[in-house]
């Protein structure tokens, strides 16, 4: 049953910039400070275990399968890598494992929801370590740009139209489907209506097929091109890319961002705040306390695995998604900046946050 939702919403999660590094350079940090010789010696007959914040087969879980199957050849030592599934409490159980129980000596490692940068900003429940603190080795991939896309015979089809007309888009409940359209309602004055009920994105995207919705907040052109045949028949239209940075798509490059579009400094940290973690999709972490040679190892072997054209592939064929890597500073630099922000704009944009 559809029903409309009001902008009364979460207190919850959310989270995921890209910087490719050189073919087969180390990173700065094994450079300076590893000791290759001690690093093998630990890791030779040795597992690297990745922990898994999710169950078997979904994204999170192919990644760091494609992950393990290429990753151990550039470890001094080259340790057989083996993945664990540890699901529950939208993956705070796994996080809080490695951060806690698990050995800090560099043997494990561990992936989970994209909003972990964030999670102690967001006062969550359950938070057993300090985000800041962790061993980052980087991030796999960005989130795809999150377009609000309309029906081309919608109500309203521009940005300045939809602030005078309500449309409906649909929603699968409290996650970016609705999140993204309450915080443009908000910060932007547009009037979307927002109906949920529907289950995942393909059956809001049938919902949009047969009209009973105008749009949806979530749609990732990329995809949508690739899947199915709404660009060639102009049954959609691009209205606000929910993103920081410009989109390199050429059907996106005239599409505004919704940063731009902020009428404060406070709205606009509200929106890098909400936004900031898609650019870290899929961010690899070891607890705190990994002795710096085996890290900065890790780290190198990380940032090499990236640019291998075989995991590549093997990524693009498990995810459907491309490799375009986050080095560990620029994780710690935006943990850093947000950290600072008032905590007027944190409360706020928590009705915003969504994993």
Known sequence: MVRTVKTTMFAAALFSLGLLVGAGAPSPAYAQSASPAAVADFYKGQNLEIIVGYGA???YDLTARALARHMGKYIPGNPKIIVRNMPGAGSFVAANHVSNVAPKDGSVIGVYADLLPIVKLLGLDGIQFD?????WLGAVTQRETPTLGVRTDSPATTLEGIKKTEITVGSDGL?????YAFMLNDLVGTKLKVLTGYTGTSQIDLALERGEVHGRATIDWPRTRAKTDWLQRKLITPIVLFSLTPSPDPDLKTVPLV???AKNAEDRQIMELVLGTNEYF???SGPSGIPADRLAALRDAFAKTMNDTEFQDDFTKATAGTVQFSDPKKIQDFMTRVYKFPPEVIK????YATP
């Open 175 to 179: 996650g970016a489907t609705s999140a």
């Open 282 to 284: 899929r961010a690899f």
């Open 57 to 59: 087969g979904g994204g």
């Open 131 to 135: 985000p800041i603190q962790l061993s």
């Open 259 to 261: 940063i731009d579009l």
């Open 348 to 351: 706020r944009a928590a009705k």
